[in-house]
Nanobody
């Protein structure tokens, strides 16, 4: 049984920073690829960032590249998302996710991820 718990969301003004964290518990030995997704009301779930088990490979959607940084600490079974220069367009519920494999070609496909957190709200005001 695997459980993911996210924290760090909140209400901030444009230009501010937030750091989201996701802690995994249970059978985490097969948590290889990790990622963050987000979903705004009335919108589809969108890919934000992904990272390989080693942390050597990272991927970002174009709109967050240079502002967001994904990282992980395998010893603590956590994955984080540092978000800088936040914009109202970033407002959404953010979800962390893990998959039991890893691919450099479909890292942005939510259907490939096996475990999901409950989501944490990020609201950016202007």
């Amino acid at each position: 049984q695997v459980q993911l718990v996210e924290s760090g969301g909140g209400l901030v003004q444009a230009g501010a920073s937030l750091r989201l964290s996701c802690a995994a518990s249970g059978r985490t030995f097969s948590m290889y690829g990790a990622g963050w997704f987000r979903q705004a009301p009335g919108k589809e779930r969108d890919f934000v960032a992904a990272i390989s088990w080693s942390g050597r490979s990272t991927y970002y959607r174009d709109s967050v590249k240079g502002r967001f940084t994904i990282s992980r600490d395998n010893a603590k079974n956590t994955v984080s998302l540092q978000m800088n220069s936040l914009d109202p367009e970033d407002t959404a519920v953010y979800y962390c996710a893990f998959r039991e494999d890893y691919s450099a070609r479909d890292y942005d496909d939510p259907d490939k991820y096996n475990y999901w957190g409950q989501g944490t709200q990020v609201t950016v005001s202007s």
